[in-house]
């Protein structure tokens, strides 16, 4: 966020803050009476920037413009997010959250994907789909994604989940750079998920992108052996 910083002109005798009158002049006196300096509204400007602005900025909510395909057709290159980076200090992630986080490759880069398998889970990821196994579903559950278009991927392996460890992976599977190639993220790497879309308008929403699964029916139809 820039901040603009507004100069005054103290030679200027027609300026006048909202705290002072305009300059008078008299008949015995022909010197202008100077304008109140704005110097203290200045600093009560820039307390409230430090306080509430940069604050807001750094720990709770953060510009996220998306960059690549792989979230096609959820998130496109160019969208404005803005990035809850609350919640998760007070809950859980949740599958299908969409989460914006640090790349473990390279913690330069933020990567946007979404959970599919959370901590302790196996998943198993077979003919271009996604398998659950957890303590309601022992024996295998399809996982249901009506969010994507493109299902097809070649990889075809069975991953268990550590304790603070996620499964991501891309809307748009074939595009997408995630927990298939680089492995399981660590909640650590974690930012936050967007808490609003504003671009473009036609597009607008709040928690734009989340799917949430109902565990227990769980996400969808058990394993067909």
């Not at 110097?39 to 307390?47: K, M, P, Q, T, Y």
């Not at 003919?127 to 994507?148: A, H, T, W």
């Not at 392996?157 to 891309?170: D, K, T």
Request: net charge neutral; aromatic share 10%.
């Amino acid at each position: 966020m820039n901040l603009m910083n507004q100069k005054n002109n103290e030679n200027d005798s027609s300026y006048s803050t909202p705290f002072s009158s305009s300059p008078t002049t008299t008949d015995t006196d022909t010197t202008k009476t100077p304008p109140r300096s704005s110097i203290g509204e200045v600093i009560r400007f820039a307390v409230m920037v430090l306080i509430i602005v940069i604050p807001l900025r750094i720990f709770i909510a953060k510009p996220f413009i998306v960059n690549g395909a792989s979230m096609d057709p959820t998130f496109a290159t160019g969208q404005y997010l803005i990035i809850d980076q609350v919640s998760y200090y007070f809950q859980e992630p949740a599958r299908g959250d969409v989460i914006v986080f640090r790349y473990p490759l390279d913690t330069k880069k933020y990567f946007i994907k979404r959970i599919i398998g959370l901590p302790g889970e196996t998943i198993a990821l077979k003919n271009g789909k996604v398998f659950v196994k957890n303590r309601k579903n022992p024996d295998g559950m399809l996982l249901d994604e009506p969010y994507l278009t493109a299902h097809s991927f070649d990889t075809s392996e069975e991953v268990l989940l550590s304790p603070g460890e996620y499964f991501v992976m891309g809307d748009n599977r074939p595009a997408s750079s995630d927990s298939r190639i680089w492995g399981p993220l660590e909640k650590g790497y974690i930012t936050g998920r967007p808490l609003v879309r504003l671009t473009p308008l036609s597009q607008a929403s709040f928690w734009p992108g989340a799917n949430h699964f109902k565990e227990g029916t769980d996400d969808s139809t058990e394993q067909k052996k």
